[in-house]
């Protein structure tokens, strides 16, 4: 095995867990509000970039900033159809609502696009870096940045800005939030476009990796639930750390033991983590950090 | 001068049972009104309804007009944003934002409240220790501080109307003497406040309407000078009725 070039893959895949997830942190840490539509809305967003590609042949660099659009308003979308389970954190009915709209989508998808493996083609993907020992692509180094830059900028939001502060006034309380005069369903619209717009963007970014289906949507949603309560459910920061340690436990078991049983055993692990530390995944309040 | 407050037929009941019902209610501008009663007299569950806010979800009628305005149908937001603002019993300051986020988080709403805002300046003048403490975040704050930080972002909110549930719960009682004190003195400044109170020697040295509530009801009300002989007012709360 070659260890340098398993942990530098443990690197990139752990950058896509974690852009992959961290809408959904977002959400679940300031709105308490979980979407199980999540892996589908990454299926749309490579789907509408590849899309966009191929009907229209607009550049990869043109479809990506689209695909986000289109993210951003699927996630408003649903936050206007389930307005009012948003705002009584109604969780039991959200997840089964998130549930059906992602097999909506899925749905749509399969209609739209057909049942093919598709692939969304990013020029930056043939072009390999590094030398004999370790490589990787320059979509690799564009993911891994992407993250960094999306996490990094989430947290100056978050603790930094205006904005900031009310996502943090409506996730720790939000009738006071409604004395300091703050209106709570904007907030709650804003999260949940970034949620769409986060997903759609990670799917631009490591869709590329390999080929694409409209039923790719399970193992995302999967992972972004293992990493997110890796995390200490809804810690911004939690999420990068358990995205990065999540990728490379999977390029290191993938390659000591077998592909074939990644997911299972990461779920085994995940249980693991529950049983053991049950206490610690609560972020409570303190998500931001 | 504003903040006029004039009540009429306010119900407001839980599940089936009427907490609150009260005929009239008027809290004249620039005073301090206070209303005491007893632990569960519905003194909370009628100040929370002026401001039409609720951590539970009663039902209220009735007719709530602020300088004129008919206030009746306006949401607890849009209330704070239009100048009452409540400093709820309890949790009232977020204790993850910081003590100067607190206090620069309701600001942007004050524009057209009309009352007077307080900068952050004059803010800290008036509580020098939430200025030692601005970088803290309220989860580290003491029970007196963030009463200070809870009735401070409150005036940021440029009030005409302050609505004060119990500021004094739970603090020692050299501070709610200096609580109430700094109340008084916004008042003389023209603030016009309905305070809630259990602490009723307190209250009385610094209100000039005293209302007194028993089972959701006012049983009695007026001037500070005239209520302080009430025999019922001597007997339930200045330790009176012994002799
Ligand atoms: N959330 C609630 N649900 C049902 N009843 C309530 C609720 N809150 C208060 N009450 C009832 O309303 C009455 C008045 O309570 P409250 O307004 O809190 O009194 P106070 O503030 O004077 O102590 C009490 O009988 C109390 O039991
Ligand atoms: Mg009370």
């Given at each position: 095995?070659?260890?340098a070039q398993?942990f530098?893959?443990?690197i990139?895949?752990?950058?896509a867990?974690?852009?992959?997830?961290?809408?959904?942190?977002?959400?679940?840490?300031?709105?308490r509000?979980?979407?199980?539509g999540?892996?589908?809305?990454?299926?749309m967003?490579?789907?509408?970039?590849w899309?966009l590609m191929?009907?229209?042949?607009?550049?990869?660099?043109a479809?990506?900033?689209?695909?986000v659009?289109?993210g951003a308003?699927l996630?408003?979308l649903?936050?206007?159809?389930?307005?009012?389970?948003t705002?009584?954190q109604d969780?039991?009915?959200?997840?089964?609502?998130?549930?059906?709209f992602?097999?909506?989508l899925?749905?749509?998808?399969?209609?739209?696009?057909?049942?093919?493996?598709?692939?969304?083609?990013?020029?930056?993907q043939?072009?390999?870096?590094?030398?004999?020992?370790?490589?990787?692509?320059?979509?690799?180094?564009?993911?891994?940045?992407?993250?960094?830059?999306?996490?990094?900028?989430?947290?100056?939001v978050l603790?930094?800005s205006?904005?900031?502060?009310?996502v943090?006034?409506?996730?720790?309380?939000?009738?006071?939030?409604a004395?300091?005069?703050?209106?709570?369903?904007?907030?709650?619209?804003?999260?949940?476009?970034?949620?769409?717009?986060a997903?759609?963007?990670?799917?631009?970014?490591?869709?590329?990796?390999?080929?694409i289906?409209?039923?790719?949507?399970?193992?995302q949603?999967?992972?972004?639930?293992?990493?997110v309560?890796?995390?200490g459910?809804?810690?911004?920061g939690?999420?990068?750390?358990?995205?990065?340690?999540?990728?490379?436990?999977?390029?290191?078991?993938s390659?000591?033991v077998?592909?074939a049983?990644?997911t299972?055993?990461?779920f085994a692990?995940?249980?693991?983590?529950?049983?053991v530390?049950?206490?610690k995944?609560?972020a409570?309040?303190?998500?931001a950090? | 001068?504003s903040?006029?407050?004039?009540i009429r037929d306010?119900?407001?009941?839980?599940?089936?049972?009427?907490?609150?019902?009260?005929?009239?209610l008027?809290?004249?501008?620039?005073t301090?009104?206070?209303v005491?009663g007893a632990?569960?007299?519905?003194?909370?569950t009628?100040?929370n309804a002026?401001?039409?806010?609720?951590?539970a979800?009663?039902?209220?009628?009735?007719?709530?007009?602020?300088?004129?305005?008919?206030?009746s149908r306006?949401?607890?937001?849009?209330?704070?944003?239009?100048?009452?603002?409540l400093v709820?019993e309890?949790?009232?300051?977020?204790?993850?934002?910081?003590v100067?986020?607190n206090?620069?988080?309701g600001?942007?709403?004050?524009?057209?409240?009309?009352?007077?805002?307080?900068?952050?300046a004059?803010?800290y003048?008036l509580?020098?220790?939430?200025?030692?403490?601005?970088?803290?975040?309220?989860a580290?704050?003491?029970?007196?501080?963030?009463?200070?930080?809870a009735?401070?972002r409150?005036?940021?909110m440029?009030?005409?109307l302050?609505?004060?549930?119990?500021?004094?719960?739970?603090?020692a009682?050299r501070l709610v003497?200096?609580?109430l004190?700094?109340?008084?003195?916004?008042v003389?400044?023209?603030l016009?406040?309905?305070l809630?109170?259990q602490?009723?020697v307190?209250a009385?040295?610094?209100t000039d309407?005293?209302?007194l509530?028993?089972?959701?009801?006012?049983i009695?009300?007026?001037?500070?000078?005239?209520?302080?002989?009430d025999?019922?007012?001597?007997?339930s709360?200045?330790?009176?009725?012994?002799?």
């Amino acid at each position: 095995m070659n260890v340098a070039q398993q942990f530098a893959n443990g690197i990139i895949i752990g950058h896509a867990y974690a852009l992959v997830a961290v809408g959904w942190t977002l959400l679940l840490g300031a709105a308490r509000l979980v979407n199980f539509g999540h892996g589908q809305m990454y299926m749309m967003g490579a789907f509408v970039a590849w899309w966009l590609m191929s009907a229209t042949g607009l550049p990869y660099a043109a479809a990506v900033p689209l695909a986000v659009l289109v993210g951003a308003l699927l996630g408003a979308l649903m936050q206007r159809l389930f307005l009012r389970l948003t705002l009584s954190q109604d969780l039991v009915n959200l997840m089964i609502a998130t549930l059906g709209f992602g097999q909506i989508l899925q749905g749509a998808a399969g209609l739209a696009f057909g049942a093919k493996p598709e692939r969304l083609t990013s020029p930056l993907q043939a072009i390999t870096l590094g030398g004999a020992r370790v490589s990787c692509s320059a979509q690799d180094v564009l993911l891994v940045g992407a993250t960094i830059v999306v996490f990094l900028g989430l947290h100056w939001v978050l603790r930094r800005s205006r904005f900031g502060a009310a996502v943090r006034m409506v996730a720790e309380d939000p009738p006071l939030a409604a004395l300091y005069g703050l209106r709570v369903a904007p907030v709650y619209l804003a999260i949940f476009a970034f949620e769409g717009a986060a997903v759609a963007f990670a799917a631009t970014l490591v869709a590329p990796r390999t080929p694409i289906l409209t039923s790719i949507g399970f193992e995302q949603v999967v992972m972004t639930f293992v990493v997110v309560v890796l995390g200490g459910i809804g810690s911004v920061g939690g999420s990068y750390v358990a995205g990065l340690l999540l990728g490379l436990y999977t390029a290191f078991f993938s390659a000591l033991v077998s592909p074939a049983y990644t997911t299972a055993s990461v779920f085994a692990l995940l249980i693991v983590v529950m049983v053991v530390r049950p206490g610690k995944l609560a972020a409570s309040g303190g998500f931001a950090r | 001068m504003s903040g006029r407050l004039e009540i009429r037929d306010l119900r407001v009941a839980y599940d089936r049972a009427i907490a609150v019902s009260v005929d009239h209610l008027g809290v004249a501008p620039g005073t301090l009104a206070t209303v005491i009663g007893a632990n569960g007299a519905g003194k909370s569950t009628l100040i929370n309804a002026i401001a039409n806010w609720s951590r539970a979800a009663p039902r209220l009628s009735g007719a709530i007009t602020v300088d004129g305005e008919d206030f009746s149908r306006v949401s607890a937001c849009d209330r704070a944003r239009r100048g009452v603002v409540l400093v709820p019993e309890g949790r009232g300051v977020f204790m993850g934002l910081t003590v100067e986020e607190n206090l620069r988080a309701g600001v942007g709403a004050a524009r057209g409240a009309g009352g007077r805002a307080y900068a952050l300046a004059e803010i800290y003048d008036l509580f020098p220790r939430l200025y030692e403490r601005r970088r803290n975040v309220g989860a580290a704050l003491s029970g007196g501080e963030r009463q200070m930080l809870a009735i401070a972002r409150a005036l940021r909110m440029a009030p005409r109307l302050l609505l004060l549930d119990e500021p004094s719960i739970g603090l020692a009682p050299r501070l709610v003497a200096l609580l109430l004190a700094t109340i008084r003195t916004l008042v003389d400044g023209g603030l016009t406040v309905l305070l809630v109170e259990q602490n009723v020697v307190a209250a009385l040295e610094v209100t000039d309407v005293l209302y007194l509530l028993e089972r959701g009801r006012l049983i009695a009300g007026g001037t500070v000078a005239a209520m302080r002989d009430d025999p019922r007012i001597i007997a339930s709360y200045l330790g009176g009725g012994h002799g």
